[in-house]
């Protein structure tokens, strides 16, 4: 356990020269060991250094947000008229405060509305920051587990691999061939080689500690082992105040789509209500009285919060996507997730389940079979259904011997999973089928001493490592096997090297492709023995992986994942393309995408290197790409997008991060893909699978189609409002309207309904249609002329309405057939007008009726667009066939908004505020009436686009 030290102490080891210390001196003054720290030992220092992360600006006060719900101009505008207001009643002989506290009230409520979905949408940011966390390979308790970067603290051993970022900066106490790119922190551009020799000069400037890594580097090839030294801001990297963000908070392209057009909107609006003004004046109404209409009028209609709304759409629907473990990096990418047409997937891992299994060892000419499942270590070895000793056959064991030995995996035994697999999980296989023949990994590790490793790379496809056995050194190697078989001049056969023939060729290659068309995926290995060995020395492909002994081929089973095919099949049902691009042989490739429904028996194929020659028509025709090379699929993906694709790719490697960043859509695996790819992506698989690309996709329209429903919903209604307001002055109509009213509906009528839209189920067509043009505006043509088709509807029948109350066969023609509110007398005695009127009955029955006429038109307005909010529901699919009770918070909403809506007609102050009359049976019945012509318009809509669009599918009733 570290003691505790004076400040003076502490930071005369923060200045500790590391890179000067062998490394038993650095193990010691950390006070650690090459087993690393026991959990209670690290919980201890962490309590001392705190979190291994650079300091970033403080979260926003709450206070604050909810401060800037109040920045729009027309808010305050309205906040200072309902204040003038409120000083003008005060000043009159009989003040009446009420609009004006009610206003500042409604405006109050909308505001803590605003506040709570932005907190919303933060605490998203915020989850989403912490799902994208990197995380490190750290020894603790003498075991190997990987961490939140966060968690590291000095002392920790951690284990570095080729496209890991350097977590915290560490002494080397390991490197095998390791190079780190240091160009983030030194401006090195080519990477550092590596080692543990014990710098003497103190004065060996940073770009020169070749035995020392540091935060925020990244390691390019090669592996090793470091002690941390320094964590968070302590480190190198810290020191120059370089804050980084793994979670884009820029505006989205939909983002700034919406805003400008809620400008161009708002404009527009505020013209309109301009003229409402001018208007009322002219027909002699109060001036006050009209610019505070006319403002809430505008604050109502401009939809301001579109691009919030956006945001929280975003942030609510990554945070989703997130928990079915589609870890999103880049909030614009949810965007173009909707419009994907093809996704380019690997096969190992993502389609299938990435539990290797090796079923058969080809030796000797001849087959042998393995026994077992998965990475539990018992099974055995037959041939003609005969069990055998593997022990007798000597190539056989030499084989499962290069397996074990050229391998950097590690097999594990979990209490709660079983045997696990740290590593590749092919190599991890290999591991498992020597472990059934005997073999074990302490026991050869000690015999053949490992001195040197080549490691494995994309291009090559091969992986070399020197052991020493006996006092002699010998290169072994496993990879691609008509690779390997190519440098390959003799062959153990019986335990016995003799040349290889054409003929031998031809039998392993036949032998090869058999079992690669019974969908097994074969290695090939090889070994040599070297003349010498010197130590230090950079050895070259040449001299490790030429003139070769080919000893056999291990091929081993990865079966499709249950979900993959059934994911495939949604994708063509959705107008998506899928790809399989592999570094498999192409018959093994072939094989199990024709059993996915990839391609079928006679489509075409092709391997990697046909694909240079290929124009990009035929890379579009084609879906099965093998011996696929990381420039490869840079390639493909160009081609692609040539074709006006718009393309997911998936990548796990150092050398896919071109293609991730080229792609429109870049896919990391999160379980074996490197720091590279997850920092080139757009977005990281947690569970590495590919029906999690498609789960991915189908949110990504979702989270789009929830964002149009919204703004289908919101502009529809205020259309009415506004065409309500406007026709009615050109009509030469009393004022439908009060400021109370209006923003009444806009609180409860737009607010609730609106929320529960954008977090609506996804709408049941979402997957039967063809991906949307990335070039298409959210406000298409169809779009916007259904929501003036919803707003004229609305509008029309309304005003109808209002007419029959106001001024038709329904408006009272005597007093005796009114029914006063307590309200109204009160009213009519603050009223200039009426107190000087010639006749004061011929104005109070005139104005019975204006208010009734707006009560009855404010009640069928509200019903109106409850009922356009479940038609927003979908741009296809009828209410009969979404159901509805599927959204429940809809419901509820509604249901809210319907109740609230009664209450303030039947409590006597609520009516007296917003100038409502109670409501007869009759007039219930024609609001509904006159309120579902839009749902029936809408209904009758979504029949003509789907035959408009050839959308044959057929949806069940829910």
């Known amino acids: 356990m570290i003691s505790e030290e004076s400040n003076e102490e502490s930071q005369k080891k923060e200045e500790e020269k590391y890179f000067t210390k062998s490394i038993d001196e650095a193990l010691d003054k950390l006070e650690t060991d090459r087993k690393g720290l026991t959990s209670d030992e690290a919980d201890r220092r962490f309590e001392k250094y705190g979190p291994n992360e650079l300091a970033s600006k403080p979260p926003k006060p709450r206070w604050k947000l ?27 002989e009989h003040p009446d405060p009420t609009d004006a506290i009610v206003i500042t009230l409604i405006v109050l409520a909308n505001a803590i509305i605003g506040f709570k979905q932005e907190g919303k949408a933060s605490d998203a940011i915020a989850k989403l920051r912490e799902a994208a966390a990197p995380k490190a390979e750290v020894y603790r308790d003498g075991k190997e587990v990987q961490l939140f970067s966060r968690e590291i603290v000095p002392g920790d051993i951690i284990e570095l691999n080729e496209g890991d970022n350097v977590p915290a900066d560490g002494r080397l106490i390991e490197a095998v061939n390791l190079k780190i790119d240091e160009a983030s922190l030194t401006g090195e551009s080519v990477a550092v080689n590596k080692n543990t020799k014990t710098i003497e000069d103190e004065e060996t400037p940073l770009a020169e500690r070749d035995n020392m890594c540091f935060m925020g580097c990244l390691t390019t090839y090669g592996r090793g082992k470091a002690v941390v030294t320094r964590t968070g801001m302590d480190t190198e990297f810290g020191k120059i105040a370089q804050l980084i963000s793994d979670v884009e908070e820029k505006q989205t392209p939909l ?43 505008a604050v109502a209609a401009i939809p301001e919060g579109l691009p919030a709304v956006v945001t929280t759409c975003l942030a609510i629907g990554v945070t989703r996507m997130t928990k079915k473990n589609a870890i999103i990096k880049k909030l614009p990418s949810v965007e173009t997730l909707g419009c994907t047409d093809v996704i380019c997937t690997d096969k190992t891992g993502t389609l299938t389940k990435n539990e290797m299994t090796v079923k058969k060892l ?59 697999i740290f590593g590749d999980p092919t190599e991890g296989c290999l591991i498992v089928s020597a472990l059934k023949a005997g073999l074990t990994v302490e026991r050869l590790e000690e015999e053949y001493p490992r001195v040197y490793e080549l490691p494995f790379d994309s291009v ?65 290995f090889a070994y040599k023995e070297l003349s010498s060995y010197e130590e230090g020395k950079e050895y070259t492909v040449e001299e490790l992986e030429r003139e070769l002994v080919f000893v056999g081929l291990q091929t081993m089973i990865d079966p499709p994942r249950e979900e993959t095919k059934p994911s495939i099949a949604l994708c063509n049902l959705a107008g998506i393309t899928v790809k399989m691009i592999t570094g498999d042989n192409l018959i093994t490739a072939k094989a ?55 393309t997911a790719m998936t990548g796990d490697g150092v050398n896919d991060a071109p293609a991730l960043k080229m792609a429109d859509v870049g896919v990391a695996m999160g379980i074996t893909g490197t720091d590279v790819s997850k920092e080139a992506a757009d977005m990281i698989l947690a569970d590495d699978q590919f029906n999690t690309i498609v789960t991915a996709v189908e949110e990504g329209r979702g989270i789009y189609d929830n964002i149009k429903k919204f703004i289908m919903y919101l502009l529809s209604s205020n259309i009415a409002e506004i065409l309500i307001m406007f026709v009615a002055i050109i009509i030469n109509f009393e004022t439908p309207l009060v400021a109370t009213q209006i923003l009444w509906i806009n609180l409860v009528t737009d607010g609730l309904p609106g929320v529960a839209l954008s977090v609506d189920p996804y709408d049941p067509t979402l997957m039967k249609r063809k991906p949307r043009d990335s070039e298409e505006p959210i406000i298409t043509k169809r779009f916007a002329s259904t929501m003036v088709i919803r707003g004229a509807i609305i509008t029309l029948f309304i005003l109808i309405l209002f007419w029959l109350y106001d001024q038709g066969p329904l408006a009272a023609k005597t ?14 005695n603050s009223n200039p007008e009426y107190l000087e009127h010639p006749d004061p009955d011929a104005f109070k029955l005139l104005w019975y009726n204006h208010w009734r006429a707006r009560s009855v038109l404010f009640n069928c307005l509200v019903i109106g667009e409850l009922i356009n909010a ?11 066939e979404l159901g509805i009770f599927t959204n429940m918070s809809l419901f509820y909403s509604v249901l809210i908004s319907f109740a609230l809506t009664i209450f303030i007609f039947y409590l006597p102050p609520a009516a007296g505020i917003f100038y409502l009359l109670p409501q007869d049976g009759l007039q219930w019945l024609l609001a509904f009436v006159f309120a579902t012509p839009v749902f029936f318009t809408v209904e009758f809509l979504k029949i003509f686009y789907r035959k408009q669009e050839g959308l044959d599918f057929h949806l069940n009733p829910v």
């Open 66 to 92: 909810f401060l800037e719900q109040f920045n729009d101009p027309l808010v305050i505008i309205l906040i200072i008229a309902a204040v003038i207001s409120l000083v003008v009643e005060f000043i009159e």
């Open 255 to 297: 983002q700034e789509k919406i805003g400008q057009f809620g400008k161009w909107l708002g404009y527009l609006i505020l013209l309109v209500c301009v003229i409402v003004f001018i208007a009322e004046l002219g027909r002699g109404e109060n001036p006050l009285e009209m610019f505070i209409v006319a403002i809430s009028l």
């Open 362 to 420: 080809y030796v000797d000419h001849e087959t042998y079979n393995v026994s077992g499942t998965g990475y539990e270590p018992t099974g055995e070895f037959a041939q003609n259904d005969q069990t055998l000793d593997i022990n007798q056959v000597p190539t056989a064991m030499e084989i499962l011997r290069i397996g074990l030995l050229c391998n950097n995996a590690k097999l594990a035994e979990d209490k709660k999973k079983g045997y696990i």
């Open 460 to 524: 090559r496809k091969k992986m070399s490592v020197i052991c020493k056995h006996n006092g002699k050194y010998y290169s072994y190697i496993k990879g691609a096997a008509e690779i390997i078989l190519d440098d390959c001049p003799k062959i153990m056969i019986d335990g016995q090297v003799r040349d290889l023939t054409q003929d031998d060729k031809n039998k392993i290659m036949n032998a090869y492709n058999e079992m690669a068309s019974n969908a097994l995926r074969g290695l090939g």
């Open 592 to 646: 199990i995408a024709t059993e996915l429904g990839i391609t079928t028996e006679d489509g075409k194929a092709y391997e990697g290197k046909d694909v240079d020659n290929l124009t990009p028509e035929e890379i579009e025709e084609c879906n099965v790409f093998a011996r696929v090379s990381p420039e490869h699929k840079q390639k493909i993906v160009n081609a692609l997008q040539e074709e006006k694709h718009i």
């Open 815 to 828: 007093l005796s057939e009114a029914n006063f509110p307590n309200w109204f007398d009160g009213w009519l």
């Open 870 to 880: 479940y038609n927003s529901r979908s741009e296809y699919a009828s209410l009969i």
